[in-house]
T-cell receptor
Framework: DAGITQSPRHKVTETGTPVTLRCHQT?????MYWYRQDPGHGLRLIHY???????DKGEVSDGYSVSRSKTEDFLLTLESATSSQTSVYFC????????????FGPGTRLTVT | SQQGEEDPQALSIQEGENATMNCSYK?????LQWYRQNSGRGLVHLIL?????REKHSGRLRVTLDTSKKSSSLLITASRAADTASYFC??????????????FGKGTKLSVIP
């Protein structure tokens, strides 16, 4: 998985609780992304980062925030989890911008009850 | 919004046969990419074809791009059971301020029967 780890790999949480997912890379790539994958929707971009402290919104950013204080770490936070955020979350990295190939982590399966 | 749409949604073939998947998209692109996803795993990049290219090969993979029809196809020749996976096309979409976002289709689920 190209030097990308995600933690936790599985999480069950209750509605209304905060949740933070972590993506860690050892490739020193500039760009990092958070996607969610749901049946019938494919992959949808939540947020992305183009450098330390530089982030921007994706297609489905409502209810999510991100932070990147170091090149290697990109955090995704659900401030108050809802059942609609039950999904599989993937982190990805790329050396150049979004037009180029991306390398994906193994995913985090999040269930909000 | 979905930029790329794969067709068919599911495909089942015998080992040794060729598999063809198609992708259609709506707006102009710089690149189109194909990814594979094995069950329960992350996506793996297969091939990138630029808008000024018409065909590209990588091992048993052949990708074509027709920008006039806004469509691409992925051909896997001499399929193997290990090719069983979901295949996604992804296109870049201009999102403003000089940046692009990669948007994925919903995928084609390929089953190769031994």
């Amino acid at each position: 998985d190209a030097g990308i780890t995600q933690s936790p790999r599985h999480k069950v949480t209750e509605t209304g609780t905060p949740v933070t997912l972590r993506c860690h890379q050892t490739e020193n790539h500039r760009y990092m992304y958070w996607y969610r994958q749901d049946p019938g929707h494919g992959l949808r971009l939540i947020h992305y980062s183009y450098g330390v402290k530089d982030t921007d919104k994706g297609e489905v950013s409502d209810g999510y925030s991100v932070s990147r204080s170091k090149t290697e770490d990109f955090l995704l936070t659900l401030e108050s989890a809802t059942s609609s955020q039950t999904s599989v979350y993937f982190c990805a990295i790329s050396e150049r911008d979004s037009s180029y190939e991306q390398y994906f982590g193994p995913g985090t399966r999040l269930t909000v009850t | 919004s979905q930029q790329g749409e794969e067709d068919p949604q599911a495909l089942s073939i015998q080992e040794g046969e060729n598999a063809t998947m198609n992708c259609s998209y709506k707006t102009s692109i710089n690149n189109l990419q194909w990814y594979r996803q094995n069950s329960g795993r992350g996506l793996v990049h297969l091939i990138l074809i630029r808008s000024n290219e018409r065909e590209k090969h990588s091992g048993r993979l052949r990708v074509t791009l027709d920008t006039s029809k806004k469509s691409s196809s992925l051909l896997i020749t001499a399929s193997r059971a290990a090719d069983t996976a979901s295949y996604f096309c992804a296109t870049d979409r201009y999102s403003g301020a000089g940046s692009y976002q990669l948007t994925f289709g919903k995928g084609t689920k390929l089953s190769v029967i031994p």
